[in-house]
């Protein structure tokens, strides 16, 4: 059954740094998104992702996360200087069509220190 | 704006009963959908029932059925036969028509099953 990858499974990174998240989702979806989740706390919406460029975003995606789809199978989350705050599950999803279910990644823990 | 409650942090139930988990929702807008998702300990997201607001019946599959009443805005998840597995987070989401396709979580019931 096709499934949405994504690597490394946990991340730990120094305030500051750069860390980039990727996902390989399934692939004849066309929606793609990025979701966080702080811990023990609920799934929030970070950036949707169609036809090569942002649909959506939320507040909390600012000016130091971006997102691309380099080669049209990967879709990756950059985040440029990482804080503290940032420290969450990154779930990467995918949806065939706007009306249909999307399809989660196991995420990323990241941990920054 | 759009939101999704869900009342109930925890919940018990022995195992081979059923469990009804409540989630209810805020809109505006006519057209929307309604999913659950389950997260285990691991932490994935696994997709469990859809519910589209114009659908005739409510939404079955499997052990999961959704109770779905349009007019009071809820839409709960009903767990028949619980089992050892079933213990796990299990948040409801809503995608609203002018919202962009993108998912709005509820903040979760965490379900333990016990013998």
């Known amino acids: 059954e096709p499934e949405v990858t994504q690597t490394p499974s946990h991340q730990v990174t120094q305030m500051g740094q750069e860390v980039i998240l990727r996902c390989v989702p399934i692939s004849n979806h066309l929606y793609f998104y990025w979701y966080r989740q702080i811990l023990g706390q609920k799934v929030e919406f970070l950036v949707s992702f169609y036809n090569n460029e942002i649909s959506e975003k939320s507040e909390i995606f600012d000016d130091q996360f971006s997102v691309e789809r380099p080669d049209g199978s990967n879709f990756t989350l950059k985040i440029r200087s990482t804080k503290l705050e940032d420290s969450a599950m990154y779930f990467c999803?995918?949806?065939?069509?706007?009306?249909?279910?999307?399809?989660f990644g196991q995420g990323t823990r990241l941990t920054v220190v | 704006a759009q939101k999704i409650t869900q009342t109930q942090p925890g919940m018990f139930v022995q195992e081979k009963e059923a469990v009804t988990l409540d989630c209810t929702y805020d809109t505006s807008d006519p057209s929307y959908g309604l999913f659950w998702y389950k997260q285990p300990s691991s932490g994935e997201m696994i997709f469990l029932i859809y519910?589209?607001?114009?659908?005739?019946q409510n939404a079955t599959e499997g052990r999961y059925s959704l109770n779905f009443q349009k007019a009071r805005k809820s839409a709960n998840l009903v767990i028949s036969a619980s089992q050892l597995g079933d213990s796990a987070m299990y948040f409801c989401?809503?995608?609203?028509?002018?919202?962009?396709?993108?998912?709005?979580f509820g903040t979760g019931t965490q379900l333990k099953v016990e013998l």
């Open positions: 989401a809503m995608r609203f028509t002018g919202g962009g396709n993108k998912l709005t």
């Open positions: 519910q589209g607001s114009y659908d005739q």
């Open positions: 999803a995918s949806q065939n069509r706007g009306n249909t279910e999307a399809f």
